[in-house]
């Protein structure tokens, strides 16, 4: 025991200090913030831990760039989970497929450059050409810009366009900047429109964020940042609890009734819009009968999961959306069921063979798991319950934990099901999750699942605007999903976010969207 506390001690020396790493990469080597407060307004720094390594802050193929707040979407959700104006101040529907929107007069990028619609056509274009997902979410068949105005034109009718451009990949970046420091250097320190501008970034490790003095709205009041990274939930917890770290996301729960101890620091637990769930490999032999699936569903224990692994801090899930939304599901979550999967498996054609172990055909029913090695630090735990389970079913579950599931399902066939956790309802609707998931090519797709009956709703969802009908479609978009059965919803996870008390001005939103904000103070 001994032995792990002090390799976890030294991981959270290598995390939070300024090592000769730093020096190797071209960093300057920077006091810690966490452990030194400063004295004066313009000199206040923080550091922030969050579980995702990045290896790229390219502002249209991933979410750093905004969550440092370095860029920003022409709209943005407010507090009520309502899109609200950003860039833009104003925007309306000229028509079922043409959108105008008027930008602020008075951005500037953070190279001085002024924001205005040509410079965010050029944006647009650039994240259509480079993200096959924004291209898929958008549908934009044309984009004018005149002054502060941009009109974009869709393939067809999208109701729901606003709220597609929310997302952090929809981004405003400045291409001209792009174009004179190349796209490998931009990638890596990006100019936007945000209240921070990039100082440095070391891959998959530490991004330096600095406050930019030029920006449009109330300037940061901080001066630096050090948003880092850290797959590891036990590394992270305790740069928290040493102080190290000022705001540290995705704690291990079992932490949490230390850190409540201490006066200086607290926990915020925050009900998120993300679902944990398994995915299905509609090329998988062993898992094509669906009878199969639903056994491995009745086989997880939402219960003990939300009890023992979340320590409360979760819902057991009945679907994709959480069930406190307008258009969840209000059914019961299925309960851990051995008597009920045997069954089911006995219909399928399986008996236990001489080693106990459940058969069809001569042949064993092994399945390959894919699982994530961090991140949140449930996710490595959920496959190995359902794996204790499925054997004592006599099924055989090989777990193989990798960084990124999404990413090795999409390169290989040599799987059966993976663990997949994605934000189901980021901008308080459906219809972006379905689309993304369930229709070939989409970026929560990776799998390639396609459910031919699930179509037409989708076209008239995509098509209508009444919030009421949407709500409708997508409950029976849901329907029709569970009757195919390509995934199984586990559980619907709370935030848990570690916030020393010296923050002011700040809490965790549950779209994970903006996390440095020019208001985040420090006393």
């Known amino acids: ?44 720094q923080l550091t922030l831990i969050h579980s995702l390594p990045v290896d790229t802050l390219d502002p249209h193929n991933g979410w750093t760039a905004l969550r440092a707040g370095v860029t920003e979407t022409l709209v943005r959700l407010d507090d009520n989970m309502q899109v609200s104006p950003w860039l833009a101040s104003k925007w309306e529907a000229k028509g079922p ?110 991004l330096t964020v600095v406050r930019n003095d030029k920006y449009w709205g109330d300037k940061a009041k901080l001066a630096t940042v050090k948003f880092q990274f850290n797959a590891d939930a036990n590394v992270r917890t305790l740069a928290f609890q040493s102080k190290q770290a000022d705001i540290v996301y995705h704690l291990a729960p079992e932490s949490l009734a230390t850190i409540k101890k201490d006066q200086e620091l607290s926990v915020q637990s925050v009900t998120s819009l993300r679902t944990h769930y398994f995915t299905y490999n509609p090329s998988s032999a062993s898992v094509n009968d669906i009878r199969v699936r639903q056994v491995l569903d009745k086989l997880i224990d939402r219960d003990a999961i939300v009890k023992d692994i979340m320590l409360g801090h979760a819902l057991p899930a009945n679907g994709p959306f959480n069930s406190n939304l307008p258009f969840g599901s209000k059914n019961a979550a299925q309960k851990l069921d051995q008597a009920g999967a045997l069954k089911l498996l006995e219909s399928a054609g399986y008996s236990k063979g001489k080693s106990g172990k459940l058969e069809k055909d001569g042949k064993p029913l092994t399945l390959r798991l894919i699982a994530f090695t961090g991140i949140n630090p449930e996710l ?38 993976s663990t997949s956790s994605y934000l189901t309802s ?97 006393k």
């Open 97 to 206: 497929s043409t959108w105008v929107f008027t930008l602020r007069d008075n951005v500037e990028f953070q190279d001085g450059t002024k924001l205005d619609a040509i410079a965010a056509k050029a944006s647009f274009e650039r994240g259509i050409a480079d993200s096959k997902a924004l291209a898929a979410s958008l549908k934009i068949a044309s984009i004018e810009a005149k002054g502060l105005e941009l009109t974009f034109q869709t393939k067809e009718p999208h109701p729901a366009f606003p709220t597609e451009l929310v997302h952090p990949t929809a981004s405003i970046m400045s291409v001209a900047a792009e174009k004179a420091m190349g796209k490998d250097a931009f990638n890596k320190a990006p100019i936007g429109t945000g209240p921070f501008k990039v100082a440095g970034f070391v891959a998959g490790k530490e």
């Open 380 to 417: 490595p735990l959920i496959p190995q319950l359902v794996q204790s389970e499925a054997a004592k079913l006599g099924i055989t579950v090989n777990i193989v934990s990798v960084e990124y599931p999404e990413v090795y399902i999409a390169d290989h066939t040599d799987w059966d099901m």
């Open 426 to 522: 980021p901008r308080g609707d459906g219809g972006s999750f379905l689309n993304s998931t369930y229709v070939p090519g989409g970026s929560y797709n990776p799998a390639n699942i396609r459910i031919d009956k699930l179509d037409p709703i989708l076209k008239e969802l995509n098509g209508t605007g009444d919030v009421t009908k949407r709500n409708e479609l997508t409950r029976k978009a849901v329907d029709v999903i569970k009757e195919a059965f390509p995934h199984s919803y586990i559980i619907y996870p709370n935030i848990l976010v570690g916030v020393n008390q010296r923050v002011t001005g700040w809490k965790p939103g549950a779209e994970e969207f903006y996390i440095l904000t020019n208001k985040m103070d420090l």
């Open 1 to 44: 025991m001994k032995i792990g506390w002090c390799v976890m001690l030294a991981a959270v020396i290598c995390l939070t200090g300024c090592t000769s790493a730093d020096k190797q990469s071209g960093q300057a080597a920077q006091p810690n913030p966490a452990t030194e407060t400063s004295k004066t307004a313009d000199n206040k």
